[in-house]
């Protein structure tokens, strides 16, 4: 990549080495999320064409969400207004349910996917009627953080792609549930102040931010590295009096701080929404921990394994980081079903191993 140049583009969004520049204006609008993956493809990384195409497609249902969003309520449809209670016993709010469908009508006639599953869905959804059977199965969220969405606060989408088992056929459910390991592709947007998109298939993870002028998501920072050490640490501490020994004594030896056992300072944040708490880890380092807890026995632990957890530990263990349930690797647990509830803790490498001491100790 070309380095900085008098006048010129800065390097990091310059097309290629070489490109010409009209006089100084610089008249690039940097690599697009197509042309990186194809630039990847070519380099060497096995990166097939329909993978390349499927990325594209969850990429294209984003940029409509983002729209959407970006909107509010200036398109008189309230978006946080309710609809039914979903298979996680929440109430689903009328952007979640546009989310889930444009979600799905960007990648199920196209071919690279043979079915989908989505927390807006309780069972999986096949392909629309004649389309062809593709390679891959679709997992997501389409909309994370939907209560963020009536106070005009950061919301994200979330999205896990893993490999068909089989060759032949309409995949069942039981198709669905590989261990996170098998991702081949994982990767989120965020709708914030800016809208990002944000994704590893195997080759690093890599930021793109949504030009609205050209209607592309054009490449901000390649192979982003989580820092090994933490300063901030991401959990809702309302439920303090629910979790585990391990857990509280690791929180309050951070809220101790410099004088405490850690002997250094933390910050916390806590946005609400995963995908943007997430985003913050990958982008700047810390930990973001949802762990067991025992506020409700029915409901142990909050996120979901197959398309919110998993594509967050791929991220983070892609970046240099770990994911951990606080007992095992994230990507090693076997699911047991599509919507299958886990305790996540992920982010910088060394945080997570301190943790983890907490952890054996208190086993
Ligand atoms: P709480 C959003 O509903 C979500 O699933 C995650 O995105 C978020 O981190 C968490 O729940 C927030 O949970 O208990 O703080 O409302």
């Known amino acids: 990549m070309a380095g900085a140049r008098q006048g010129g583009c800065p390097a990091d969004i310059l097309f290629a080495e070489g490109t010409p520049e009209v006089g100084d204006t610089c008249m690039h609008h940097g690599?697009?999320?197509?042309?990186?993956?194809?630039?990847?493809q070519h380099g060497g990384a096995a990166i097939a064409d329909d993978l390349i195409g499927l990325i594209g497609d969850v990429?294209?249902?984003c940029k409509m969400i983002s729209d959407i969003v970006d909107h509010g309520d200036l398109r008189g449809e309230a978006l946080a207004g309710h609809g039914d209670i979903n298979v996680q016993g929440e109430t689903q709010k009328r952007l979640d349910l546009i989310a889930n469908d444009l979600m799905?009508?960007?990648?199920?006639?196209?071919?690279?996917?043979?079915?989908?599953?989505?927390?807006?869905?309780?069972?999986?959804?096949?392909?629309?009627?004649g389309a062809p059977l593709g390679r891959y199965l679709l997992l997501f969220d389409p909309l994370d953080g939907s209560s963020n969405i009536d106070v005009d606060a950061s919301i994200g989408t979330i999205f896990s792609i893993l490999p068909r088992t089989r060759r032949d056929g309409a995949p069942a459910t039981e198709e669905f549930l590989q261990p996170g390991r098998r991702q081949v592709c994982a990767g989120y947007a965020v709708y914030g102040p800016s809208t990002?998109?944000?994704?590893?298939?195997?080759?690093?993870?890599?930021v793109f931010t949504l030009d609205r002028n050209i209607g592309e998501f054009v490449l901000t920072r390649r192979d982003v590295r989580i820092p090994g050490q933490a300063t901030e640490f991401s959990i809702n501490s309302s439920n303090a009096r629910f979790w585990e020994?391990?857990?509280?004594?690791?929180?309050?030896?951070?809220?101790?701080?410099?004088?405490?056992?850690?002997g250094?300072?933390?910050?916390?944040?806590?946005?609400?929404?995963?995908?943007?708490?997430?985003?913050?880890?990958?982008?700047?380092g810390g930990v973001f921990m949802y762990p067991?807890?025992?506020?409700?026995?029915?409901?142990?632990?909050?996120?979901?394994?197959?398309?919110?957890?998993?594509?967050?530990?791929?991220?983070?263990?892609q970046a240099g980081g770990l994911g951990t349930t606080g007992y095992q690797d994230i990507l090693e647990v076997e699911p047991e079903h599509l919507h299958q509830r886990i305790a996540a803790m992920f982010g910088?490498?060394?945080?997570?191993?301190?943790?983890l001491e907490y952890h054996r100790r208190h086993r």
């Open 196 to 206: 990002v998109f944000v994704f590893s298939t195997g080759h690093g993870v890599h």
């Open 264 to 284: 250094k300072n933390f910050n916390m944040r806590w946005i609400g929404a995963m995908v943007a708490d997430a985003h913050r880890v990958i982008s700047r």
């Open 104 to 129: 799905l009508r960007n990648t199920g006639w196209t071919g690279r996917v043979a079915g989908m599953a989505s927390e807006e869905m309780e069972h999986i959804s096949p392909v629309p009627e």
């Open 31 to 40: 690599t697009t999320l197509i042309q990186f993956l194809t630039q990847q």
């Open 348 to 355: 910088s490498r060394e945080e997570i191993r301190t943790l």
């Open 59 to 61: 990429a294209r249902a």
């Open 292 to 317: 067991r807890d025992r506020k409700d026995p029915d409901k142990p632990s909050k996120l979901r394994l197959m398309y919110e957890v998993n594509p967050m530990a791929y991220l983070c263990e």
């Open 245 to 262: 020994p391990a857990v509280r004594e690791y929180i309050d030896d951070c809220v101790a701080g410099s004088d405490g056992p850690r």
